[in-house]
């Protein structure tokens, strides 16, 4: 029923078929609701990138179900034969270039498109470490994410160092996170602006991104830190200039008893004890 | 000519690591099981009044529970139930009411890693008292413990007793005539939620950052309030 020399080209045919009929799905349908959405223009770069891998992987992922789908159909063996070896299996020269040519010519393209992205867009909203070696143009605001067991704190060098329990930004301002913990390594995630930086201990490291719009957003912690990990979670909010001006000046009333006992600002902390004896 | 694709030796190895890995499954699930059980909650008496009103959380911190755990050098909280002490960290409080809480600490200090948690927050009145006497913040090289309740925007530093203080509390439940630091405040519970509270201070002796065992175990510095 199966002619061997035509194995190939249905397979190709289905695929292309296969892709024809995703592709747009992908592009137009799923594309546009992909993680983290478009709170801010990191965020929706990485909508952007996401998508294109999702374009880049469609047509393997579709020639491999093809595949699946196929040898399934073509290869089973007939009744009777389900005890007998198949047969023996050959390489295929042109097949074998054919996939490792579209393969490394995929994942070289996604090497560098990776690449270009995460320096137009200063590190893509991913922490870059002490020294990004790509920086926004003027002045980000500088807000500290403190992470510890379990809790995100959050100081704002620039507001005289105060420390508060709850993250607010002012919209329309470029911001620099700078993100370090107290004790185990932890991740800050704020979901919706596209920030995702880890938190170690002893370590500054820089995410940036630019609020666009006055907005709502979710901020937990993305790495395994202990027992209330599920439990390190977080709501921020993006408001205007006026909001946030009255936010911080009530924050620094509210916590000017504890200010005193504060560090002097600095891009990491190491308090004492490591240890403590027993 | 038909050839039995699996050998019987090769079928009898894979129903003995089938076997194998059902009964690894069963001992884990017993053993997170194990894990997850903790003492009986505790639900105070006038959780069950009308709307309105307020209740009373009495809870002593203690640097060994003792007995009273299985793990009988570990720091604990412990609650008042009828005039006893238990140890019970997981508590079931009403919805939208006042809780008075009352903590005798018997514990040293520790001290917080991060100071900022030295100031209280979510407080009835902003402020909670030491031995009676108010204020919204102590030295974070005091503390001894916390008691917070991130969900619920509350958290309170423990004052801790002084290292040379006479009469140091030796097994728990620790009687009233040792040292301890009385704190007392009020907060308000609002909506109904499963909500988890815990100590920010590293009080965990013998652990690194003072953040092991008592600290990572529900039952000790660790627990649930169920708000109804």
Known sequence: MWSRRGHGWRIAALTTIGTAIVLPLVVFVLGPNMPPGKGTPVATSQVTDNTVLLVVMTPFTVFILVYLGYALTAFRAKPGEEGLDGAPLRGHFRSQVAWLASTTAAVLFLAIFGTTELLADNGAGGGAGPNPVTKPGGAPLPVQVIGQQWEFTYRYPTYGGVETATLVLPVGRKIAFHVTSLDAIHSFWAYELGVKADANPGVDNIAYVETKKISTFHVRCAELCGLWHGYMSDTGHVVSDADFASWIAARKRQFAPVMKYLPKYSSSYNPDPTFRAG | ?228
């Open chain 2, 1 to 228: 000519m038909r050839r039995a694709i699996y050998p019987a030796r090769v079928r009898t190895k894979v129903a003995i690591l089938a076997t194998g890995v059902a009964v690894a499954g069963v001992l884990i699930g017993l053993y997170v099981t194990l894990l997850a059980t903790g003492p009986a909650p505790y639900t105070p008496p006038a959780a069950q009044a009308a709307e309105g009103r307020s209740v009373n959380l009495t809870l002593q911190t203690v640097a060994a529970v003792g007995k009273l755990a299985p793990n009988e050098n570990w720091v604990s909280y412990l609650v008042r139930e009828h005039g006893t002490w238990h140890r019970s960290t997981v508590w079931t409080l009403p919805a939208n009411t006042l809780v008075h809480v009352t903590i005798y600490n018997f514990d040293g200090k520790s001290g917080l890693r991060n100071p900022f948690l030295g100031q209280a927050r979510g407080l009835v009145g902003g402020r909670f008292a030491i031995n009676g006497k108010p204020t919204a913040v102590i030295d974070p090289d005091d503390a001894s413990h916390t008691f917070a309740i991130p969900g619920l925007g509350v958290i309170v530093p423990v004052m801790g007793v002084a290292d040379d203080a006479p009469h140091q509390c030796d097994d728990a439940p620790c009687p009233m005539e040792t040292a301890h630091e009385t704190i007392t405040f009020t907060f308000r519970t609002g909506k109904a939620g499963h909500y988890r509270w815990q100590c920010f201070v590293p009080c965990a002796a013998g652990f690194v950052y003072g953040f092991g065992g008592p600290m990572q175990t529900v039952g000790y510095m660790d627990g649930y309030v169920d708000v109804v």
